[in-house]
């Protein structure tokens, strides 16, 4: 990057000029058209997800570099494409921007995204520029599908495991350290480190995918139900089982606690951090009982069967040594964008 050009603001280039910027980020054979056309092989189906990210709101100057910002709001997309069994074909980018923003800024946060996008082979093919009092990003991710393999949250049954993929509540133990420094002082260096970078850099889990479907190869075509855990462990369990009209009991002591946690928080913050911390992009899947057990050995640490399908509609936090009562668990107490 320029120097002499790090003190540039948007507002002295224009949009076309930050446009053109913007273009070598993508495949030059694929912008100059008024959209983009994307191929997918044959016998798949197009998958599309929005999703929109707002300063203050979703990142901060506080907490989030413009790298990082830009990476999670790649990751947070690809892991939506990730719950629904899709594999990423590309996205398009719309930003919303204060005239006052430096260009350099806006560049940073484009190479975090494709920081991102690169691991998987995914570019941004297009997108939009305008003029906005906060800033904003907009992403619209695609991608493709065999339609035997789509995820979806209205799949679970009766008996079903519930699986986790990793670790909940890391991202927002990194959020925390970020806001109040002070906390944790007795985590060591790579503690507080891996926390940080659980918040910063979160991995869609779309290294799930293949290994899901190698376990599913030797049974007959059946539905799974899933979906990421960006709005919390919590909120994703009882999304699904909202869809698919059923009810579901977690083991309490199954759910893994990074032992870091025990340096700062009590049993029941480093749970309630689990449950409702949100943005750890983990996938939530249902499974038959044979298969989940198989995912979670493949996957390793933090992967865990954590509960089961019930019939009802109750979402049941169970404890099985009996030492904290039984809780039944609402979205209520979850994240929620414009709750009072």
Sequence with gaps: MNSNFSSQQVKDIGEQGLLERLQRFCPPEIIGDDAAVLETAPGKSLVVTTDVL??????????????????????????????????????????????????????????????CLQKYNTSIVGGD?????????????????NPSQIIRRSAAVVGDAIVITGVHGASHAGLELLLHPELGQNLKDVERTALIHAHQRPQPRLDVLPILWEILASQCPIPIAGMDSSDGLADAIIQICRASGVGAVLERRQIFIPAAFDHWLTEEQALAYALYGGEDFELVLCLPQESALALVQHLGQGAAIVGNITPGSTVLLHDEQKKFPDQVLSLSQGFQHFGQ
């Design 129 to 145: 520029v305008v003029r906005s009092p906060v800033t904003t990003l907009a992403i619209t991710a695609f991608g493709q599908v």
């Design 54 to 115: 707002v300063d203050g709101v979703h990142f901060s100057n506080l907490t989030t570099s413009p790298q990082d910002a830009g990476w999670r709001a790649a990751a947070a997309n690809l892991s939506d494409l990730a719950a629904m069994g899709a594999s990423p074909l590309g996205i398009t980018v719309g930003l919303g921007l204060p005239g006052e923003v430096k260009v350099s800024w806006v560049e940073r946060l484009y190479h975090g995204m494709t920081e």
